[in-house]
């Protein structure tokens, strides 16, 4: 068997000294191709968990492996260059162009111009944003969803194997957001890469993800498919939080029937 595309081995990460721990002793395999979507409260550790594996936290205690090979045996914006990232408001340059903002890493890795060039007029069309009509326009002209679609294809610029992902939808309107869930789901699964997203909506995640870790004071309580967690071996918690999709399904067709 190939390595798993991320290990995390048992990391710990404390912000006081020691006193408590944001993330605690996490052990998580994510194998090639899959899309692993970690989930929790605030305060959980979740988004601690997925910075470390970039090094844009550095764990006190525990590995981080990147396809087999230790993530501290690269510089730490080497091995960002080499993982796509994926934020909530997305963060693109106002005072550069579309395609110049998709071309920001292909740049610092030294691609040859029209590399880029074709690279980038490649991405817009993967995410339904024609080079024609959007290359040259500046974030400022474009909608919430058009900006955010720009960020992922900014993260796939450079053919990264793997892509992190934190809250990348939370900020955008429901219709907006279902749209470009589906879509990066189908990216996925064309593109081949391994995504780890961090969400706070659990509908989200059933939808997108072939395995959820759920976490809960810096712990992870429950690791493995959907179906699998929403049997009766899994934490109480845990189940509560898969059923609660289908709690609220209910509660609309009540609220639908009564009017």
């Known amino acids: 068997m190939s390595s798993p595309a991320i290990s995390l081995r048992g990391v710990r990460k404390s912000f006081d000294g020691g006193a408590s721990f944001?993330?605690?002793?996490?052990?998580i395999d994510v194998a090639e191709g899959e899309f692993l979507a970690i989930i929790g409260g605030s305060g959980s550790g979740k988004t601690t968990t997925l910075r470390m594996i970039n090094?844009?936290?550095?764990?006190?205690?525990?590995?981080?492996?990147?396809?087999?090979?230790?993530?501290?045996?690269?510089a730490a914006h080497e091995l960002r260059r080499r993982i796509g990232y994926v934020i909530q408001g997305?963060?693109?340059?106002p005072h550069l162009s579309i395609a110049e903002n998709i071309a920001v890493t292909p740049r610092l890795l030294g691609w040859p111009r029209e590399q880029i060039e074709a690279r980038t007029r490649e991405l817009l069309d993967l995410v339904e944003l024609p080079a024609a009509d959007y290359a040259a326009r500046m974030p400022a002209a474009l909608s919430g969803g058009q900006r955010q679609r720009i960020g992922v294809a900014r993260a796939l610029a450079a053919r990264p194997r793997i892509v992190l992902m934190d809250e990348p939808f939370g900020a955008l309107d429901p219709l907006t957001r279902d749209t470009l869930t589906s879509a990066y789901r189908a990216l996925h699964d064309k593109l081949g890469v391994t995504s780890v997203m961090i969400t706070h909506d659990i509908q989200e995640a059933l939808l997108l993800a072939d395995r959820l870790a759920v976490m809960a004071d810096?712990?992870?309580?429950?690791?493995?498919?959907?179906?699998?967690l929403a049997g009766g071996d899994a934490p109480p918690q845990v189940r509560a939080l898969?059923?609660?999709?289908?709690?609220?399904?209910?509660?609309?067709?009540e609220?639908?029937?009564?009017?």
């Open 55 to 74: 090094r844009l936290i550095e764990p006190d205690l525990g590995e981080v492996l990147i396809e087999g090979q230790s993530a501290f045996a690269l």
């Open 22 to 27: 944001a993330v605690d002793a996490v052990s």
């Open 218 to 228: 810096g712990k992870l309580i429950a690791l493995g498919a959907p179906a699998d």
């Open 90 to 93: 997305v963060g693109l340059f």
């Open 242 to 253: 898969l059923d609660m999709p289908r709690r609220q399904a209910k509660r609309v067709r």
């Open 255 to 259: 609220r639908l029937a009564d009017g």
